[in-house]
């Protein structure tokens, strides 16, 4: 399927990138620029910022309750952008998207980014608030029944990376992990997945841009080769949370989501990989006010609201496990 007729005229009228290295701060300020003001956001019960305190700092979160009720199931959210862009105010759209479509309270994580902060300094930061969140059950209003991780792209990195290490401690409160679009393979040999090179060019996120903008994490301590940056390599996934892969058709990243989603269901996780025909990166983020793409909130609304979630694959022509497992060197 083509490009989604309305994503393909936006990306067509963006300026090419400038020249040169890429520059964090004017990236940022770029980013901040686009975000709308308060009277244009969704309106919800109350936003309201605070701060958690967790074992390796103090980190911002802002809490989105979507209603007036005496308790909630909880869901951390993780915002994306390569680990270096991004903020509590970039993705508030989402979370209060998130918050509107799951009834869920969210809790959206300021984590630390780099380059100024080596990793595992985000990661740190994302597993302490959901540690937070669970030990202030009780000021939050939770039911203490759900407790719901999510993020989309580099934030869906830190959702598996949270769920494997929170199972590796026995920290056993997490009960969902969702996960847009995520980059679980930080390698980017462009012939590991087919999708690197079916959708290389032309869609938003171009597979040659991948190692730039991820270059600010893995040179700042991050190893491809550890499971908790590369989630994909962890090669024990029995345990782990029940998950639901949101993909785009027309993304280079699409495969390595699907693979992950394939090993869990295999590894006996309830998973559902769920595959947005025409969308390419970033459809959460960027496109989600249009009505097929705002569906992966409710989408992500009946997973969490589901009494046993159920593993399927959805709209999807997975290529064969063991092709793709051979792909991803294991």
Same mark, same amino acid.
Do not use: C, W
């Given at each position: 399927m083509a490009l989604h007729p309305e994503i393909a005229r936006i990306l067509g009228t963006l300026p090419p990138p400038p020249p040169g290295p890429l520059n964090p701060g004017a990236m940022r300020a770029g980013?901040?620029?686009?975000?709308?003001?308060?009277?244009?956001?969704?309106?919800?019960?109350?936003?309201?910022?605070?701060t958690a305190a967790t074992p390796t700092g103090d980190v911002p979160v802002r809490i989105y309750t979507p209603?007036?009720?005496?308790?909630?199931?909880?869901?951390?959210?993780?915002?994306?952008?390569?680990?270096?862009?991004?903020?509590?105010?970039?993705?508030?759209?989402?979370a209060r998207a998130l918050a509107k479509e799951t009834g869920h309270k969210v809790i959206s994580v300021g984590y630390r980014?780099?380059?100024?902060?080596?990793?595992?300094?985000?990661?740190e930061d994302c597993y302490g608030v959901v540690r937070w969140a669970a030990g202030h059950g009780e000021s939050l209003n939770w039911d203490g029944k759900n407790l719901a991780i999510a993020g989309d792209s580099s934030g869906g990195t830190f959702?598996?990376?949270?769920?494997?290490?929170?199972?590796d401690d026995g920290f056993d409160a997490i009960t969902h992990?969702?996960?847009?679009?995520?980059?679980?393979?930080?390698?980017f040999?462009?012939?590991?997945?087919?999708?690197?090179?079916?959708?290389?060019?032309?869609?938003?996120?171009?597979?040659?841009?991948?190692?730039?903008?991820?270059?600010?994490?893995?040179?700042?301590?991050?190893?491809?080769?550890?499971?908790?940056?590369?989630?994909i390599k962890r090669e024990d996934l029995t345990g782990l949370p029940a998950a639901l892969v949101i993909t785009g058709e027309l993304d280079p990243l699409r495969d390595e989501g699907e693979l992950y989603g394939q090993r869990l269901t295999v590894a006996g996780v309830p998973a559902t990989v769920s595959r947005y025909a025409g969308a390419g990166h970033g459809f959460v983020q960027h496109f989600s006010w249009l009505p097929e793409y705002h569906r992966a909130f409710e989408e992500t609304g009946a997973f969490l609201n589901a009494e046993i #979630? =159920? @593993? /399927? !694959? *959805? &709209? %999807?022509?997975? #290529? =064969? @496990? /063991? !092709? *793709? &497992? %051979?792909?991803?060197?294991?």
């Open positions: 980013e901040a620029a686009q975000v709308p003001p308060l009277e244009d956001r969704l309106p919800l019960y109350s936003v309201e910022d605070a209603v007036d009720a005496d308790a909630y199931g909880l869901l951390v959210y993780f915002h994306g952008g390569a680990f270096f862009l991004g903020s509590l105010d970039t993705h508030d759209h989402v980014l780099a380059p100024e902060s080596a990793f595992p300094a985000g990661l959702v598996a990376a949270v769920a494997a290490k929170a199972h992990q969702v996960m847009f679009y995520p980059s679980l393979d930080l390698d040999d462009e012939d590991r997945y087919p999708s690197m090179r079916e959708n290389a060019v032309g869609y938003g996120l171009e597979t040659a841009g991948l190692k730039p903008f991820n270059s600010f994490y893995l040179e700042n301590g991050a190893d491809p080769a550890d499971p908790l940056v590369s989630p #979630p =159920n @593993a /399927e !694959i *959805l &709209n %999807a022509e997975i #290529p =064969n @496990a /063991e !092709i *793709l &497992n %051979a792909q991803a060197g294991r």
